[in-house]
């Protein structure tokens, strides 16, 4: 019969390619952890590693036998998770991933509210993209996300936390100004700074800058929204940057002046993600109501608070 033992050896090899490594990381011997893999090879008559004295490498078959072996393992460990869980609520770790375009700019003023709520509760917070991130949440490496939304995958449970503007940033001296709030319009033939290709954000002001006939510039891409900011300070272009983004990093006398679009503004939507079946619940869905509740309180409108699962 295979164990949870001979998967959780093939995982660790999967993600370390190296057997001293993956036996070190899950507290077995290296012999242990060889006859792990040769045990669970037999009993699914198929070879899962090609080895040799320097590399450690998957065969096709075993690709699809580790990605298996990683949900009923994330599985098992939630079932576990569950049957004590009652006892110990906003207890332990909570792994949250979150965009770097999204969580620098909402959770610093939210993490210390979650903490004198909660101050058994401790928080993980980890920024990456969004394709990678939601990969990671149907692993079971992160506990929820706070991404755009909508998302693709149905077997998550959506949580809306708010709505931002995107405003248009440009230098102090850039002919749009003098204006106090621009039409979408008025961006035609202007040249607009972007992010770099994987960034959600990106897509979206690709596509306001389509739809406006402005001029999309790739070949000066930010690897962040500081990069694109100090560029519009520059004057190299102009660019779109979310509200809180603004709020939190967007100073007087630092060169850049904001300005909004009057009818029809573009804004993208945010919200917390995480798995159906997870034995957090419950505390999720608090958590998403302490953030809808700080931004209620503490945001202007350009930045709306939202409620209620989709």
């Known amino acids: 019969m295979i164990s949870f033992r001979q998967l959780r050896a093939l995982v660790a090899v999967a993600d370390e390619l190296h057997f001293?490594?993956?036996a070190a990381r899950i507290h077995?011997?290296?012999p242990a952890l060889s006859g792990q893999i040769k045990e669970l090879e037999e009993r699914l008559g198929v070879q899962l590693l090609e080895r040799t004295r320097s590399r450690v490498l998957l065969t096709a078959v075993g690709k699809e036998v580790v990605e298996r072996a990683r949900i009923i393992l994330r599985d098992v460990d939630e079932l576990v998770e569950s049957a004590g869980h009652a006892q110990r609520k906003f207890t332990g770790t909570l792994r949250i991933g979150s965009l770097p375009t999204v969580g620098p700019y909402l959770l610093p003023p939210i993490i210390p509210e979650l903490h004198s709520r909660y101050p058994a509760l401790k928080l993980y917070v980890r920024d990456g993209l969004q394709d990678p991130l939601l990969a990671g949440l149907k692993a079971g490496q992160f506990d929820a996300l706070i991404v755009p939304i909508p998302v693709k995958e149905t077997d998550l449970r959506i949580e809306p936390l708010f709505q931002e503007r995107l405003e248009v940033a440009m230098a102090d001296d850039h002919p749009l100004a003098g204006r106090r709030s621009l039409e979408r319009g008025d961006l035609r033939g202007h040249d607009v700074l972007v992010l770099e290709p994987g960034h959600r954000l990106r897509d979206q002001v690709v596509q306001i800058c389509e739809q406006s006939q402005a001029t999309v510039l790739t070949d000066y891409e930010g690897?962040?929204?500081?990069?694109?900011?100090?560029m519009v300070a520059a004057g190299m272009g102009v660019a779109f940057l979310p509200s809180l983004y603004v709020r939190s990093e967007v100073r007087p006398g630092a060169g850049v002046s904001i300005r909004p679009i009057r009818k029809r503004p573009p804004s993208r939507t945010v919200g917390m993600v995480?798995?159906?079946n997870t034995a957090l619940q419950d505390e999720l869905t608090e958590i998403a109501d302490v953030i809808q509740s700080w931004l209620r309180l503490n945001v202007g409108p350009e930045?709306?608070?939202?409620s209620g699962p989709k």
């Open 20 to 22: 001293r490594r993956a």
């Open 28 to 30: 077995v011997s290296q």
């Open 223 to 230: 690897t962040s929204l500081d990069a694109i900011r100090q």
């Open 274 to 276: 995480w798995r159906r």
């Open 303 to 306: 930045v709306q608070a939202l």
